[in-house]
């Protein structure tokens, strides 16, 4: 809750209005639908749903992989704390 962000925030997206970039997707540089932008009006929505639904895919499988061969864990701070 602070104030600052909240302006950091519209001027960032200022900035991305200015540049024509708001509203478009950063990957395939289609027009992010309007539903989505109003879902999340105070998040920077930079990718369309079907290239943030991939890059969280993309993700997942990543952080699976490094989970079984035990090289990274999310929770290895909280456990040995
Ligand atoms: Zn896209």
């Known amino acids: 809750m602070s104030d600052s962000t909240t302006i950091q925030t519209a001027e960032l997206r200022q900035t991305r209005l200015q540049a024509g970039m708001y509203g478009r997707c950063v990957e395939c540089h289609r027009d992010i639908a309007d539903r989505r932008l109003r879902l999340r009006p105070h998040a920077f929505v930079m990718r369309c749903q079907a290239c943030e639904e991939r890059r969280e ?5 990543a952080a699976g992989v490094a989970l079984r061969r035990g090289r990274f864990s999310p929770y290895s701070s909280v456990v040995s704390a």
Do not use: A, M, N, V
């Open 57 to 61: 895919q993309l993700r997942g499988r």
